[in-house]
């Protein structure tokens, strides 16, 4: 059946997006193409029960089709369904999260509507470049798709403004550089990544270079002088030591080049720090909406305790602690703990404390536990913290994920031990991609 021609109809998505057609019983996998759409292609894989093929022509176009507006979609790895109109993303992301929770959890509970991202593109306050070299020119790129191998990239259209000027002001300075990129085959080249971090609100960035070692440090803290003094808005350039191979982006080891080694950034009238290491939602005026909504659910009462776990810098800690007794926040990395008790001492919140260690050897040492904020990173909680949460049996359990179906698995454990989920708000953090973050209340029986 490889390289066979067919014309068929688009029946339905799968949860990465790709179209699914039938022949014969046998599914075939499409990218880039729309349920109802009509369309020839041509298989390119064929395995015993599926089947792979690459679009040749669309016949019959969907109404929700879009004309993507980066002319690298497809190439680019990094957004998924440009050719989607935002409407039929949103019911996109609202179907996924069903599909995984009924599935995978085996829960009836459909979910709200998938609440828009107030910006559809420049949303994203974050980017991380690869640096590559190109006919003995250094440059700066994103990967292609399902590859490690970078194009470059003259804008990313879901990038910040801020962010993008400081993007395109140092691909200006790099022209001009001796530096080089790592190459893994020859493991020559000094320069690993770019990461670019900007407060949307305030106006500040923060570059950071991630390099093999110290020995370019001279280089590009002469580079890093340039471009604060071309964009005053970048408030320091730091420069991460990375000597691991594999797919870790940054080392444990940073240096400070010039100016301060963080920024600043305002969410629901309170200011965060935000460090070269430190987590933050990449999409800020929407977690504003994803963060009211969890405290919504949480309904805390002024005599109430708090547990914010996986807690990074505090953000939602500081934002409960307005309506709570007390706030606890867990957090494994030290450096995220030491910033979030900056950020509570900044904005005069005195209700919060933070505790640094794993959350599954932490959560049995607090002694009064009324309400839970989980927010683990993808791939869920550990069994351990499950398994605290049906023991200890909070009033409320606000679960927020960025992956359904490590979500859906987590509910269905806690579903069998003693909650139920209450009510289930997707809520699109990362519009133009297929990512969708999730908040979920849940109580107990």
């Not at 068929?8 to 499409?30: R, Y």
């Not at 706030?327 to 450096?335: A, D, K, L, P, R």
Request: proline share 4%.
């Amino acid at each position: 059946m490889n390289n066979k021609n067919f014309t068929e109809e688009v029946s339905t998505l799968t949860s990465q997006a790709q179209g699914i057609c039938s022949i014969d019983g046998l599914k075939i996998f499409i990218d880039y193409v729309l349920p109802g759409e009509r369309v020839t292609a041509q298989v390119t894989q064929k395995k015993k029960k599926y089947a792979v093929a690459k679009l040749l022509k669309i016949e019959t176009t969907s109404q929700f089709r879009a004309e993507p507006v980066c002319p690298l979609f497809t190439r680019c790895g990094g957004c998924q369904i440009m050719h989607m109109s935002y409407a039929l993303q949103l019911d996109f992301k609202t179907n996924k999260v069903k599909d995984a929770l009924s599935r995978i959890g085996q829960i009836d509970l459909k979910p709200n509507p998938c609440i828009a991202s107030p910006l559809e593109l420049s949303y994203r306050n974050k980017i991380q470049l690869p640096f590559f070299n190109e006919k003995n020119n250094l440059k700066l790129g994103l990967y292609k798709k399902g590859t490690n191998t970078p194009i470059g990239v003259d804008q990313c259209y879901i990038h910040c403004e801020l962010g993008e000027k400081v993007f395109k002001t140092l691909q200006n300075l790099l022209k001009d550089s001796a530096l080089k990129g790592f190459d893994e085959k020859t493991k020559s080249g000094e320069l690993r990544h770019l990461l670019i971090k900007t407060g949307i609100k305030t106006k500040e960035s923060l570059v950071v270079f991630i390099a093999t070692s110290k020995k370019c440090l001279p280089q590009i803290k002469d580079l890093g002088e340039k471009l604060v003094e071309l964009l005053p808005e970048v408030k320091g350039v730091v420069l991460n030591i990375n000597r691991k191979r594999f797919n870790t982006i940054a080392g444990d080891e940073y240096h400070t080049l010039t100016g301060r080694p963080y920024i600043y950034e305002k969410l629901l009238g309170k200011t965060f720090k935000i460090s070269a290491h430190s987590f933050f939602q990449v999409n800020p005026s929407q977690a504003e909406q994803l963060y009211k909504k969890a405290i919504e659910f949480a309904d805390l009462k002024p005599d109430q305790v708090v547990l914010d776990a996986y807690c990074g810098i505090g953000t939602l800690s500081l934002l409960a602690a307005d309506h709570a007794k007390e706030v606890i926040g867990i957090e494994v990395v030290e450096s995220a703990v030491i910033d979030a008790t900056k950020n509570a001492q900044d904005n005069k919140i005195s209700n919060c404390n933070f505790i640094q260690g794993l959350v599954e050897e932490k959560i049995n040492e607090i002694k009064d536990l009324d309400v839970v904020f989980i927010n683990p990173p993808r791939k869920g909680c550990e069994a351990a913290v499950l398994e605290a949460l049906a023991k200890r049996k909070p009033q409320k359990l606000i679960y927020i994920s960025c992956d359904p179906a490590t979500l859906a698995r987590d509910l269905h454990y806690l579903c069998q031990n003693g909650f139920k989920a209450k009510s289930i708000q997707p809520f699109d953090m990362f519009p133009q991609t297929t990512h969708v973050e999730t908040c979920v209340l849940l109580s107990p029986l």
